[in-house]
């Protein structure tokens, strides 16, 4: 069976699990939206309630529509460590996203909002830290061409996403390895492809450019119609077992370990493993110190790694930080994984039932 995003079907009863997770927080609030950092070029806003772009999985054909022109504005040039200067041509994807996508809106906060109280206010301000300690170092060599910083350039989706789900203590926090260049670079939200995150979890914010783009992974934002297989399936099989994302976020999160795309020359998608290896240790030393220090601020009691990347740095995370937290793996969604293109929502939901964490989705189902 396929791992398209939305299918429906009864889950299969889970699997027998050796272990209890700690007692269920309190429902999660619906906070109200944070209206991010200060103004700038955006592209790809799309506020609450927009008309989609169509179901997940729509995308343009390759090469269609695209004309030169000039490209959208840009977020000024951050720190060399970020990315390589390059300017490409915009396209007509490009300018019908913004021009369909950007609303009007007053002038933004100087402040993101992170200062306020609260688990989420607390969870950004983390967040910005990791920030801050990225920009400082040094420039990242070949084969990277281009970094892409989405909790810079995305700052305020992301924050709409941290702050509406993420206000209480988490059993559970799913980890991804990075952002892919059609998820989190587009929007901010991990694994975010832009339908999903747009028209189910309902994030809105305006996204800039980042300070270097790469001609061909433009960044588009909220109204991106090229979908990312990995984020369509994984929001998919999350839409699946809980129709109301609340459901889903009353026990659970989902997060990234590092925050940062790497683009190669080509446009290629580089996983941090390809990196040169001195700057590669320096990155994963910052990012395993961080994700420990995130665990320990939502009270996680089981890190769910998607795919072995992510399993393996979070165990080599949590045992370097003495964090006794539980740490397990579930086969990533990528179609480059064999596994996943055979049927990736069941086996998925397979290994969610050994794990003990489909029980307690849909416990949450019932009691709705």
Not at 284 to 290: A, E, F, T
Not at 358 to 368: F, I, P, S
């Amino acid at each position: 069976m396929g791992g398209g995003a939305g299918r429906g079907g009864t889950p299969p009863p889970p699997a027998k699990y050796h272990g209890k997770l700690r007692a269920p927080p309190r429902d999660v609030a619906r906070p109200r939206a944070d209206k991010g950092p200060g103004p700038g070029p955006r592209v790809g806003h799309v506020g609450k309630g927009a008309e989609g772009a169509g179901p997940p999985g729509f995308q343009l054909p390759a090469g269609a529509g695209r004309v030169r022109g000039e490209g959208v504005g840009r977020a000024a040039a951050g720190p060399a460590g970020l990315g390589a200067q390059a300017r490409g041509d915009g396209s007509m994807e490009e300018r019908e996203a913004e021009a369909a996508g950007t609303v009007t809106e007053p002038a933004a906060v100087a402040k993101a909002g992170e200062d306020e109280g609260g688990l989420a206010g607390r969870f950004l301000r983390l967040e910005r830290e990791q920030s801050v300690l990225l920009q400082a170092l040094p420039p990242f060599g070949e084969p990277v061409s281009h970094v892409y910083h989405p909790l810079d350039y995305a700052w305020e989706p992301h924050c709409d996403f941290v702050r509406r789900y993420c206000c209480t203590p988490k059993r559970v926090l799913f980890l991804g390895m990075n952002p892919g260049p059609f998820g989190m670079a587009q929007t901010g939200v991990p694994f975010g492809e832009a339908w999903h995150v747009r028209e189910w979890l309902q994030v809105a914010g305006g996204v800039k450019k980042p300070p270097s783009e790469h001609p061909k992974r433009p960044v588009l934002g909220l109204a991106c119609q090229r979908a990312e297989v990995s984020g369509a399936r994984f929001w998919g099989l999350v839409r699946t077992l809980c129709p109301d994302p609340h459901l889903f976020f009353r026990h659970c999160f989902v997060h990234n370990h590092c925050p940062l795309l790497f683009l190669a020359s080509s446009g290629r998608n580089l996983p941090p493993t390809e990196l040169p290896p001195a700057q590669r240790d320096r990155l994963m030393v910052l990012c395993d110190r961080m994700l420990a220090r995130a665990v320990g601020l939502l009270g996680v009691g089981l890190v769910v790694g998607i795919g072995r990347y992510a399993e393996r740095r979070a165990r080599r995370a949590l045992a370097a930080s003495g964090l006794a937290v539980r740490v397990e793996g579930l086969p990533h969604p990528s179609p480059r994984n064999p596994r996943a293109n055979r049927g990736w929502e069941e086996l998925a939901k397979a290994r969610l039932g050994e794990l003990g964490v489909l029980e307690l989705l849909e416990e949450g189902v019932r009691r709705r």
